[in-house]
Structures are given as structure tokens and as C-alpha cells.
């Protein structure tokens, strides 16, 4: 009895065991399918609102080094399967009294350019996206310090900006992002009596909103 009762109990699970591999295949399958469907799904445009921290040395002779503080708008739109993106920057910063002249600032930058997103694969780090990016377009300065009688405001209106650097999100869902750090290079090319050369460093964090 004890035999029969092996046997047969070992024929229910060898039945059960092949009637279920049909169901486990196809929901290994849909699983599968399901991954590479969000490994292939395209990539989206994206809005970053940020705020951001400027070190300039603005003033001629020595380091002249001053603070401004301010925020940007990044709109990003993504091109061949996301490796790359084109870009457009906006930044608005803005400092008093700066220098023992007790001058103002109001310093803006208009951008655009190319972004590079490597892709990192489905690993422990996926829900980070480093980017590196080269933006250039013009900026614009207001406020004493690049007012009459300052002899440095001659292109006040209108200089040429470039922006390089790069930064590190971490996605949050399929709508929002954080910007966890953002680091550029932000040069412009403003007269100021001198070198006509402003060296800016500019660090930005804030959201970032998937379309």
C-alpha cells in the first residue's frame, strides 16, 4: 500500500508539473516581454526647474570672486533612443554688493546645445542617468555694475555665453526626476575693462518633470 501510495503520488506531480509549465513558459515570456517592452520604450522630452548657485569673478584685477543666486529652466528633448538630447537652458541669477563698491548684478544666459546620456542597461543603478552637455548662445548683464560710469558696459545687452559640463539624475517614476547635482562651466564675455572674461561657476538641483 505504502508503494502504490509513492507511485501515485509521484504520477499527481510529474501530471501537475507538466500541466503547469505550459502557464509558467508563457508568463516567463510575458514577463520578458514585458521588460524589453520598457527597455524599448522611447525616451520622453523633460523640463528641469532648478535652483542655481553662480560663482563669478565678474570685477577686473584679481579674484573680484561673488555669489549670485538664482534658478534655471533646462527643456530637453531626446534624439536616438535617448543617447543624445537638444537642449535649452535658461538662468537667471542675481547679487548685491558686490565688492567693497557695494555694486548689483543681475546676470542671465540663453543656451543650447547637444546633451549625452550614456545608458547604464537594466543594473543596480538604473534609476541613475549621468549627462554630460556643451551648450553656447548669449547672455545678459543688468545693474550697477554694468551701468554708466562703469566703462565695462559696452555689451551689457548681449555677449557670448558658453555652458559646459554635466549632472546626475535620480528617476523617481515615470513622470519626475531629481536633479540630484548639476555642475557647469558657464563663461562669458562681458567688457569689464580687462580680460573682457567672466569665469562662472554655476551648481543647480531641483526636479525634473517627464512629458
Known amino acids: 500500500m505504502r508503494v502504490r501510495f509513492k507511485y ?21 515570456a510575458q514577463g520578458s516581454a514585458q521588460s524589453k517592452a520598457a527597455a524599448d520604450k522611447p525616451p520622453v522630452a523633460e523640463l528641469a ?76 543603478l538604473s534609476s541613475i542617468q549621468p549627462f554630460g552637455q556643451v551648450l553656447v548662445g548669449v547672455a545678459h548683464s543688468s545693474g ?21 559640463g554635466g549632472g546626475l539624475d535620480l528617476h523617481i517614476d515615470r513622470r519626475f526626476s531629481l536633479r540630484l547635482l548639476e555642475a557647469d562651466y558657464l563663461v562669458t564675455t562681458f567688457d569689464n575693462g580687462s580680460n573682457n572674461h567672466q569665469n562662472n561657476l554655476r551648481i543647480s538641483t531641483g526636479v525634473v518633470i517627464h512629458f
Open 144 to 164: 550697477s555694475l554694468v551701468q554708466n560710469p562703469n566703462p565695462g558696459a559696452g555689451n551689457a545687452g548681449a555677449a557670448f555665453a558658453a555652458n559646459l
Open 8 to 28: 501515485t503520488f509521484a504520477l499527481l506531480f510529474a501530471i501537475a508539473a507538466v500541466s503547469s509549465a505550459p502557464a509558467l513558459a508563457q508568463s516567463g
Open 49 to 124: 526647474l532648478v535652483y542655481s548657485y553662480l560663482h563669478s569673478n565678474a570685477p577686473p584685477g584679481g579674484c573680484g570672486c561673488f555669489n549670485l543666486n538664482g534658478g534655471s529652466a533646462t527643456f530637453a528633448w531626446p534624439l536616438r533612443q535617448g543617447s543624445f538630447a537638444l537642449v535649452g537652458d535658461i538662468t537667471a541669477a542675481h547679487a548685491n554688493g558686490i565688492s567693497s563698491t557695494g555694486y548689483s548684478l543681475t546676470l542671465s544666459a540663453f543656451t543650447a546645445g547637444v546633451r549625452y546620456l550614456p545608458l547604464l542597461g537594466h543594473t543596480s
